[in-house]
């Protein structure tokens, strides 16, 4: 994973005028505020489901230095999508909810599109052949009159009850 930087050594950034600076991937940050003990080095991460685990990762190392200290902006995707859905300016009849993300947090959490909207939902990747499953997916419960809402797993996608424990 990297947010910023070079694919370089880790060395300390050039601060701006302001005293930040970017850092160097996450794998590598750790390694510079050792040389500073005395300054007070933040990282901040922003992102969502799929970058918090990875962050989690580091930071749970037991040798880490002292003065570093994490700021994360961690949000959620499916809380995004109900508050569209629920102010009535959704702008879209169907979703295609991301795989990637229903790898983490299980398929199971996109259901509410379907069962509370009524909106044709289902759950696909990012290859050519996922997004055409989750299109064909959500034009056939579009042209269907029975229930809604095919949250279908995708390769790397468990089924409702392989993931019911992985949410917090």
């Known amino acids: 994973m990297r947010l910023g930087g070079s694919p ?4 300390r950034p050039a601060p701006s005028a302001a005293g930040w600076s970017r850092s160097p991937p996450p794998a590598r940050c750790w390694r510079w505020p050792a040389g500073i003990p005395d300054q007070r080095v933040v990282f901040f991460a922003a992102g969502f489901e799929t970058t918090t685990a990875p962050i989690a990762a580091l930071f749970s190392r037991t040798d880490l230095p002292d003065n570093l200290l994490l700021l994360l902006s961690a949000r959620q995707t499916w809380p995004a999508i109900a508050h569209l859905l629920e102010d009535g300016t959704a702008g879209f009849d169907a979703l295609i909810a991301p795989g990637h993300v ?12 379907a069962e509370t ?5 289902a759950v696909a ?3 050519p052949g996922l997004i055409l499953a989750g299109l064909h ?12 809402g095919s949250t279908t797993p995708t ?3 468990s089924p409702p009850a392989a993931t019911a424990g992985h949410r917090r």
């Open 8 to 11: 370089a050594p880790c060395r």
């Open 102 to 113: 229903a790898t983490i947090m299980g398929a199971e959490q996109w259901r509410f599109v």
């Open 117 to 121: 909207h009524g909106l044709p939902t």
């Open 125 to 127: 990747g990012f290859t």
């Open 137 to 148: 997916a959500v034009l056939l419960q579009a042209l269907a009159t029975g229930p809604r």
């Open 155 to 157: 390769r790397s996608v």
